[in-house]
């Protein structure tokens, strides 16, 4: 079965800083990667995800994850962090289901915390 | 565009009744899922469903039973509730493919007194 590992239960980082919220992965063949966000009291959003191509994949609200094989990482990142851009971030990989069709499996997810 | 609603919000029940809690959503999608979201295990897939009449468990099935007669709507049962089924509830769905993105609900947050 594929996984996402998320290390970081919290990130905290000042607003105006760079931010980085880190997911590593374990799959067998091509890796199929999603990051979605949370905010309170809300769904889960969809942000980008990582099929083939480009390593660095742009996403929504300013934010962009750099897809490493060597390392098996897809690290969101986000050059200036705002204060509300304070969520829980969710890492996904796809994985198959046992009756056909696929799934997302979930990371434990990582708590961001923009202060001022 | 009202995308994919759940209702009810908020629920609070007690030991042993049965709830339903419902998803609607007006995409078409083929696949539909019940997620559960318990702090330190993130998201849980429960149910899931490939089209309609085709549903298969998750990785938490015990407990719960769903149906999906129609295409639009994927309700989720819990038969007989117990305390440890308090949780906050996703449903989502995606169309079958080649990214899989997967669309969420608001969630419903469900208490078992």
């Known amino acids: 079965a594929q996984s996402v590992a998320q290390p970081e239960d919290q990130v905290n980082v000042a607003e105006g800083n760079p931010l980085t919220v880190k997911c590593t992965y374990s799959v067998s063949g091509n890796p199929y990667l999603f990051w979605y966000v949370q905010y309170p009291n809300r769904g889960l959003q969809f942000l980008l995800k990582?099929?083939?191509?480009?390593?660095l994949v742009k996403g929504s609200y300013g934010f962009e994850a750099e897809f490493n094989k060597s390392q098996t990482s897809f690290h969101l990142k986000k050059p200036s962090a705002l204060v509300s851009d304070s969520a829980l971030y969710f890492c996904a990989v796809r994985d198959m289901l046992t009756g056909g069709g696929n799934k997302l499996t979930f990371g434990t997810g990582t708590q961001l915390k923009v202060e001022l | 565009d009202a995308g994919i609603t759940q209702s009810p919000r908020y629920k609070i029940t007690e030991t042993g009744r049965q709830v339903t809690l419902m998803c609607h959503q007006t995409?078409?999608?083929?696949?539909m899922f019940w997620y559960r979201q318990d702090l330190g295990h993130g998201l849980r897939l429960i149910y899931y469903s490939a089209a309609a009449d085709i549903t298969d468990k998750g990785e938490v099935p015990d407990g719960y039973v769903v149906s999906r007669s129609k295409t639009e709507n994927f309700p989720l049962t819990l038969e007989s509730a117990t305390r440890s089924q308090t949780s906050v509830y996703f449903c989502a769905s995606s169309e079958y493919g080649l990214t899989d993105t997967q669309y969420f609900g608001p969630g419903t947050r469900l208490t078992v007194l």
């Open positions: 990582y099929i083939t191509g480009d390593n």
């Open positions: 995409w078409s999608h083929s696949y």
